[in-house]
């Protein structure tokens, strides 16, 4: 499972083995309310996830002993959920096909600005808070996870303050867009307005109802999903 602990800041895996591009790398992480774990192998890299659950990679595409892709192989067959950004020097359109294909979420081309790493980092990890939601349905959950939206805004609590200021203001339209589309029996437009909605969520750790929102989207027509999205959205809005 790739989705962050509740209670854990994110962890994320470096792979890296020039000097010089590490030591960017761990200039332009230590912003980020992260722990950084490196490797400067495809060898040291298998050995980090022995013993750790990531949360993000961040893979070098050619290693001394290895290449990107094939690490990512090896090391999703350990945790197959797991996100990866890759970096390279090459800017082929050839090559970030190739790395797309091979499941990473986004290439890095070398050299790149430390805001352009920072973006890349904090919107793939809301991404993945957004489309996981990896959460028993019969677990409970709390209404808010910190975790996940202080990492999107690079642990900057005004600023999710002011994002869950505004989610909450909108919350009432989102829910009533959904009542009607639901009313009409529209189960395309209902789910429109879930998906919506759903990276909303994600993007504030309003986690109760991003269940909700996900079991309402792939079930519209069920009266108990309706009765748990509207719980999760009434007890927001209190």
């Known amino acids: 499972m790739n989705t962050q602990r509740?209670?854990?800041?994110?962890?994320?895996?470096?792979v890296e083995d020039d000097m010089t591009s590490q030591g960017?790398?761990?200039?332009?992480?230590?912003?980020?309310p992260a722990t950084v774990d490196i490797a400067d192998s495809f060898a040291s890299a298998l050995r980090r996830a022995e013993s750790a659950h990531y949360d993000l990679l961040l893979i070098d595409v050619n290693l001394p002993d290895g290449d990107g892709p094939s690490l990512l192989q090896h090391l999703r067959a350990r945790d197959p959920q797991v996100t990866a950004l890759a970096h390279t020097a090459d800017a082929s359109s050839e090559m970030q096909q190739n790395l797309q294909r091979a499941g990473f979420s986004e290439t890095l081309i070398k050299?790149?600005?430390?805001e352009t790493l920072l973006k890349a980092i904090r919107r793939?990890?809301?991404?993945?808070?957004?489309?996981?939601?990896?959460?028993?349905?019969?677990?409970?959950?709390p209404d808010w996870d910190e975790t996940v939206a202080l990492s999107a805004l690079n642990g900057q609590q005004a600023h999710l303050r002011a994002l869950r200021e505004l989610f909450l203001?909108?919350?009432?339209?989102?829910?009533?867009?959904?009542?009607?589309?639901?009313?009409?029996?529209?189960?395309?437009?209902?789910?429109?307005?879930?998906?919506?909605?759903?990276?909303?969520?994600?993007?504030?750790?309003?986690?109760?109802?991003?269940?909700?929102?996900r079991q309402l989207h792939a079930h519209p027509g069920?009266?108990?999903?309706?009765?748990?999205?509207?719980?999760?959205?009434g007890t927001l809005l209190r």
């Open 169 to 213: 203001s909108e919350l009432p339209n989102a829910r009533d867009a959904v009542r009607r589309a639901l009313e009409h029996q529209d189960e395309d437009e209902a789910r429109s307005q879930l998906h919506r909605l759903k990276a909303s969520c994600g993007f504030v750790g309003a986690l109760r109802l991003a269940r909700a929102v």
């Open 222 to 233: 069920s009266a108990p999903a309706r009765q748990q999205f509207e719980l999760a959205v």
């Open 124 to 141: 793939t990890l809301a991404k993945s808070a957004a489309n996981s939601n990896e959460v028993d349905d019969n677990q409970e959950v």
């Open 111 to 114: 050299p790149m600005s430390r």
């Open 24 to 32: 960017f790398f761990q200039f332009a992480l230590e912003s980020l």
């Open 6 to 14: 509740q209670g854990t800041i994110p962890h994320l895996l470096l």
